[in-house]
């Protein structure tokens, strides 16, 4: 099932500033949750140490407990992207994306506040995952919305570039998250860090969360749904069938497979693997992951750019086939004792440029799978479907099978297992240049 090149399903938007008022506002809440994302996953060994170690508790099982929590909040995204989706594509994407907006600002924003074990006993690590849920249900909710209104505003033959915003502004959340880190990490103690600095990140969302808001506010609807919404004043609409959009949402979510899985490995899970695995410092591990962000930055948007011109498969095969050859090896060059602190550094500035390949094209590729009347459903709950097994449970997989296996190549194969059945899913989108 694919939406038409230049018919109903992606319409031209009314006005060039439109299109751009759209970017901004789809853009600014994915920074918010993946600035959150990122925040997290940098601080969950000083979360797991305040909210699961009771007394007596390991280090190694507090850590698997905070993934355990980081991958509950994946699992409720599809819940999210499936509530979410069906009230976006029947009474439009901008109502649906302000109570969205709202949800995940007033959730990352409690975090911050949350007492610790130490002060609430047991009660501490459940507050801690109810929040959790409520991060995954507005999660699961964003992006199917925001893609909509990206690539529904995007003019004739540039949603890939359009798209490439969604995945853009989630480097730029991940970067603006290890950035608050390292800075705290710099200006603080470990001690100032673990015992109140870590809040000052999650407390920040507040601002920003009134001011993406402020800009839903004022976002239009966009012109396929208005159309779509006129359509069915003057008779029902003809609609997917169930099946159909079912094999398509499995569909794409094979096909994103690797760019979640990868990009989870690589520019999430990175920290605590080098500190856990490899005994690097907070510090070190921090710069490694601000370095695989910069690289996966600078390809999205050219990556979706290219993708209008030459297809969104070459681009995204490219960028999976590279991660099946190339994530081992990655990880052994880490593990060289051997090779300079400069060469690891192009090295995993590099993995990042190459899941990038696959970001860019990615939202635009997943919204023409679909027509208007099931878009904001069907691509959210394919990524989310995606996001929730492969990146939700990437840290909690690899945690635990290093611990059990003692292997520390276990990151490589597994961004590199996923990649391979992306590159078989691909396989299958027809080859056609983006429009």
Request: hydrophobic content about 50%; some cysteine; overall charge positive.
């Amino acid at each position: 099932m694919t939406a038409p090149a230049h018919g109903p399903g992606l319409r031209r938007p009314l006005q060039a500033g439109q299109s751009r008022r759209a970017l901004v506002a789809g853009s600014v809440g994915n920074f918010i949750e993946w600035y959150e994302f990122g925040v997290y996953g940098y601080f969950a060994t000083i979360i797991a140490a305040r909210f699961f170690t009771p007394e007596g508790g390991g280090e190694a099982e507090a850590l698997v407990k905070t993934y355990a929590s980081f991958a509950l909040a994946f699992f409720f995204r599809p819940v999210g992207a499936a509530v979410f989706g069906r009230l976006g594509d029947r009474i439009g994407r901008r109502p649906v994306l302000i109570v969205v907006i709202a949800l995940m600002t007033g959730a990352t924003t409690a975090i911050g506040a949350l007492p610790t074990y130490a002060t609430v006993g047991a009660l501490a690590p459940w507050l801690l995952t109810l929040l959790r849920v409520l991060q995954g249900l507005s999660a699961g909710g964003e992006f199917g919305g925001a893609v909509s209104v990206m690539t529904e505003f995007a003019p004739p033959g540039r949603r890939g570039l359009y798209g490439s915003w969604q995945s853009f502004t989630v480097a730029l959340g991940l970067l603006g998250g290890a950035g608050a880190a390292g800075l705290l990490a710099t200006l603080l103690s470990e001690e100032q860090l673990g015992d109140w600095g870590w809040r000052l990140p999650f407390l920040l969302t507040l601002p920003m969360g009134l001011g993406a808001l402020w800009l839903r506010l004022r976002l239009d609807e966009t012109p396929a749904f208005a159309a779509e919404r006129e359509e069915g004043r003057e008779g029902e609409p003809a609609r997917p069938a169930a099946g159909e959009v079912a094999w398509a949402v499995a569909l794409g979510a094979g096909r994103v497979m690797g760019w979640a899985a990868a990009g989870y490995t690589l520019l999430v899970v990175l920290p605590s693997y080098l500190q856990s695995a490899l005994d690097a410092s907070f510090r070190q591990a921090l710069l490694a992951t601000v370095l695989a962000n910069l690289g996966f930055a600078a390809t999205i948007i050219p990556a979706g750019l290219l993708s209008d011109r030459i297809g969104r498969r070459p681009v995204m095969l490219a960028g999976a086939a590279l991660v099946v050859a190339l994530a081992v090896p990655l990880l052994n060059l880490l593990q060289d004792n051997g090779t300079s602190n400069a060469a690891k550094g192009v090295a995993v500035c590099a993995a990042g440029g190459v899941v990038g390949l696959m970001a860019g094209p990615g939202p635009a590729m997943l919204a023409e799978m679909f027509p208007t009347s099931v878009r904001y459903t069907g691509l959210g709950l394919a990524y989310a479907l995606s996001n929730a097994v492969f990146s939700g449970c990437a840290g909690l997989i690899i945690t635990e099978t290093v611990k059990r296996t003692g292997n520390i190549d276990i990151p490589g194969y597994y961004a590199a297992a996923t990649c391979a059945v992306s590159v078989l899913a691909l396989a299958k989108v027809p080859y056609r240049k983006g429009s």
